[in-house]
Every structure is written in C-alpha cells, then in structure tokens.
C-alpha cells in the first residue's frame, strides 16, 4: 500500500542553521505531495505542496522538490528561526482522497 | 481561508460515558476525516466521509462511530469511552476526489477519559 517515511527526530539547531528533514513515499500512482506544519497547540496546516515530479513547493522559506527518480520530497529551509519550532508532517496522496502521513519529524530551534 | 471548527478544545470524561466530538467546516467541502494523534505514532485515520450519509471506516475505528447528517458537520462519537481513547482529535475536510487538494484541519480536541 501507500506509505510515507520521514526521519525520526526531534532535530535540534541552532537558529540560522540549516534545515533538511527527510521524506520518502511509495511510488504507487501519480500522488502529489504535501508537507504539513503543526505548531505548538494547533492543527496541521498546509506549508507546500507540489503536484507533479520535478515541481518545486516553496512557502515562508521552506522548499522541497518532487523527486520521482528518488521517491523524495525532502523538505529544507536555509536559515532555520525559533519560530520554525514545530512539527512538520510528510504526506502523499492521489488515486485516492485519503493521505497517507508520515509520523512526524518534531524540530527544535534555538537562539 | 477554509475555517475547520472543533467545539471543543479540552474535554474530561469518565470511562463508559458516550462522547460526542464535533467538527463543522464552511466551504462546502466534501470529504471529512477523524484523526487520532498519539506522541510516537503520528495520525491514525479513524473514519472519513465522501458525502453526506457516507461513511467509511479508516485504519483504527474500533470503539467509534461517526454521523454526518449535513456536508457541512462531521460528528465522531465514542460509543462507551475507554482510557485508551485518551488522545488528541484532529478533524479535516478536503475537495476534491482525486487526491490533489491538501487537508484543512481543525484545531483538535485533547480527550481526557479517566
């Protein structure tokens, strides 16, 4: 079936740091991409999203490319701030409504 | 901007109660979810819905059930709560059919059944 992986966390940096938490899906299908945000209290709200392979989903700094060769979407930031302390959810779907999430990769930022 | 409204943030209950959680969106949007969040196994789809009076069971729906009489309300309901059911709630609502069209969520409902 469908899943998503994502690495396990909590990954802690320093703020201005550089970001990447990695994500990779099954390949079964045409899905598109999504990456979610959860800060502190709240839902998931979407932060990119990307459709096709080769498209890049970019928001507040954040970018991750759609990878077919690689079944990645890895999500980066260059220049990470506190304020980016969340957790951050890899999700694929398409062929079906139904998303399939990874678990979640807690990040930590400090000054 | 898509609004997903829980009815309640933080809810007590005593086990064997009935606890109704209820989710309401306001753009017309076809599909409903209910997620449970747990630290460590990240969301668990418990049950979806496509249409009004539709319902489908997702990956855990043992010991729930859900109504969605109107598109707009999507009600989960612990039929004899448990403490195992202690958890955070997310509820989403979606578009379209086909995948492409991202999640709108809920703020949750953290579900306290002691």
């Known amino acids: 079936g469908n899943s998503v992986t994502q690495m396990e966390g909590p990954v802690t940096l320093s703020e201005e740091a550089f970001l990447t938490i990695n994500c990779t899906y099954t390949?079964?299908?045409?899905?598109?991409l999504f990456w979610y945000v959860q800060y502190p209290g709240e839902g998931l709200q979407l932060l990119l999203k990307?459709?096709?392979?080769?498209d890049k989903g970019s928001n507040k700094g954040f970018e991750a490319t759609y990878r077919k060769e690689t079944t990645s979407f890895h999500l980066e930031k260059g220049s990470v701030q506190v304020s980016d302390s969340a957790v951050y959810f890899c999700?694929?779907?398409?062929?079906?409504?139904?998303?399939?999430f990874g678990r979640g990769t807690s990040l930590i930022v400090h000054p | 901007d898509v609004k997903v409204t829980q009815s309640s943030r933080y809810l007590v209950k005593r086990t064997g109660e009935k606890v109704f959680l209820e989710c309401v969106q306001d753009?017309?949007?076809?599909?409903m979810f209910w997620y449970r969040q747990d630290p460590g196994l990240g969301l668990r789809l418990i049950y979806f819905?496509?249409?009004?009076?539709?319902?489908e069971k997702g990956d855990i729906p043992e010991g729930y059930s859900v109504s969605r009489e109107k598109k707009e309300r999507f009600s989960l309901i612990l039929e004899s709560a448990s403490t195992n059911q202690t958890s955070m709630y997310l509820c989403?609502?979606?578009?379209?059919?086909?995948?492409?069209?991202?999640?709108?969520f809920g703020n949750g409902t953290r579900l306290t059944v002691t």
């Open positions: 989403a609502s979606s578009w379209d059919q086909e995948g492409g069209s991202p999640l709108h």
């Open positions: 390949a079964t299908g045409y899905p598109s």
């Open positions: 990307a459709t096709k392979a080769d």
């Open positions: 999700a694929r779907s398409g062929g079906s409504y139904i998303p399939t």
């Open positions: 753009m017309d949007h076809e599909n």
């Open positions: 819905s496509y249409d009004v009076k539709m319902k």
